[in-house]
Nanobody
């Protein structure tokens, strides 16, 4: 059974940092493009960051560029999102997601960070206080 489980969220003050982790099971991790998307109450899903299965390409939403860093450890079947300089507008549920051999980290429709992954699990809540 394919499963991705996100963790590491919490409550942090503006300017602080959090590191999200996502552990995948039931799949060959190195065959999957991985990403993070978030959703705040009353708002649409937003692609935050993505890393290709090859690890060669990483993409970030403009809203998090230069503050967030995505990485993967294929030996540990784990995806990470280092979030620095957090802002109250980063408050949302964050989801880890996967798609086998996806070749692009952008959404072809509008050029945004891809978020329509077919595999995703329970999210982890990030709350940033002002």
């Amino acid at each position: 059974q394919v499963q991705v489980v996100a963790s590491g969220g919490g409550l942090v003050q503006a300017g602080g940092s959090l590191r999200l982790s996502c552990t995948a099971s039931g799949l060959r991790f190195d065959e999957y493009t991985m990403g993070w998307f978030r959703q705040a109450p009353g708002k649409e899903r937003e692609g935050v960051s993505c890393i290709l299965w090859s690890g060669r390409t990483k993409s970030y939403a403009d809203s998090v560029k230069d503050r967030f860093t995505i990485s993967r450890d294929n030996a540990k079947n784990t995806l990470y999102l280092q979030m620095d300089s957090l802002k109250p507008e980063d408050t949302a549920m964050y989801y880890c997601a996967a798609e086998r051999y996806r070749s692009e980290c952008t959404d072809e429709r509008d050029g945004s960070v891809y978020s329509k992954f077919p595999i995703w699990g329970q999210g982890t809540q990030v709350t940033v206080s002002s």
